[in-house]
């Protein structure tokens, strides 16, 4: 089956430690997107690629970085610079070049710092 | 930059109940999307609206987008304990196709 899946479901990770979150997807999307949610905020991007070797800053990249070596992988790293790591992370994918893209996500991952 | 502004925040009904949730930009939307979040799990897509006027239903949910393009409403009609979780809106803020941003979400609670 066709999806999107994000790895681990919970991380925990101490203070001043980098930590990668996985985001593989089968859909042949061309574009793939993180999200930081938090209570009560609502979904805030990240990053987002639309091109394998390429990705653009979204509204709160600083302490963040990601990669996009393959069209099916787009992993996040949360780096110590981040202040305020603790947070759920979604991952999402879509078609690109037909207009508004609906992008499918997937299942989250929760990141504590502990 | 645009932004969408969702009501109520939150919103509990009695099982059987009719509810309506309304998501307000501050552009005009060329497209909005409306999406169902249970809670700590990822986010499934319910319906998509581009058209002023444009209404679409799917089972006893009705989203509609108004002429002027800058509201949209979500109704559920005979609500049951299944339609509780988080209802997002979503708009593409640049028709260039990049990504979507959302409002904060109303959480929909369910009582039998």
């Known amino acids: 089956d066709g999806g999107i899946t994000q790895s681990p479901k919970y991380l925990f990770r101490k203070e001043g430690q980098n930590v990668t979150l996985s985001c593989e997807q089968n859909?042949?999307?061309?574009?793939m997107y993180w999200y930081r949610q938090d209570p009560g905020q609502g979904l805030r991007l990240i990053y987002y690629?639309?091109?394998?070797?390429?990705?653009q800053k979204g509204d709160i990249a600083e302490g963040y970085s990601v990669s996009r070596e393959k069209k099916e992988s787009f992993p996040l790293t949360v780096t110590s610079a981040q202040k305020n790591p603790t947070a759920f992370y979604l991952c999402?994918?879509?078609?690109?070049?037909?207009?508004?893209?609906?992008?499918?996500f997937g299942q989250g991952t929760r990141l504590t710092v502990v | 930059s645009q932004e969408l502004e969702q009501s109520p925040q939150s919103l509990i009904v009695q099982e059987g109940k009719n509810l309506t949730i309304n998501c307000t930009s501050s552009?005009?939307?060329?497209?909005l999307y409306w999406y169902k979040q249970k809670y700590g799990e990822g986010l499934i897509f319910l319906m998509m609206?581009?058209?002023?006027?444009e209404e679409k239903s799917h089972e006893k949910i009705t989203a509609k987008l108004d002429e002027k393009k800058q509201q949209s409403s979500l109704h559920i009609t005979a609500s049951q304990p299944s339609h509780a979780g988080i209802y997002l809106c979503?708009?593409?803020?640049?028709?260039?196709?990049?990504?979507?941003?959302f409002g904060k979400g109303t959480t929909l609670s369910v009582s039998s």
């Open positions: 999402a994918s879509s078609i690109i070049g037909q207009g508004v893209p609906e992008a499918f």
């Open positions: 859909l042949n999307h061309d574009a």
């Open positions: 690629s639309q091109i394998v070797n390429d990705f």
């Open positions: 552009k005009t939307l060329y497209g």
């Open positions: 609206l581009q058209k002023g006027g």
């Open positions: 979503g708009a593409d803020p640049d028709q260039a196709g990049t990504a979507l941003i």
